[in-house]
């Protein structure tokens, strides 16, 4: 199922569905977008994700602070943005970039269940 679903994906629902594998900020897609891809306007790459979105493939969520059972500070992705904030979060060119300094709140993108499906082969797969 996933092979087949991952090579019916384009070059830049592809570069979605890493940046979420990787849990990265929205602004990290640049680095998996082709050139054609990073001259489209902010407006037509949210429109492109948010059918990956409603395909319940890709969750967005704001970074959130983390603190280790050690007590290391770090990041993880915390609350999920409402599906109706989506097209003017997603609209914004500010959370296409990288944040200066502190990226509590910086969009993030996350695969969910069913997104893991597409980016990991199944054990049908792995064995035939």
């Not at 592809?14 to 940046?19: G, L, Q, S, T």
């Amino acid at each position: 199922m996933s092979e087949r679903e991952w090579q019916a994906l384009t070059k830049s629902e592809e570069a979605f569905m890493v940046n979420s594998y990787e849990i990265d900020i929205l602004a990290g897609v640049w680095g998996d977008l082709d050139d054609t891809d990073q001259s489209r306007p902010v407006k037509e790459l949210a429109g492109i994700l948010l059918t990956l979105i409603d395909r319940g493939w890709i969750e967005v969520r704001r970074v959130a602070p983390w603190t280790s059972p050690s007590g290391e500070k770090g990041f993880q992705s915390g609350e999920l943005v409402p599906r109706d904030q989506l097209p003017a979060v997603l609209e914004d060119p500010a959370n296409w970039e990288y944040p200066n300094g502190d990226w509590i709140g910086a969009v993030t993108l996350v695969e969910s269940e069913a997104g893991k499906k597409i980016t990991r082969r199944s054990p049908e797969e792995t064995a035939g």
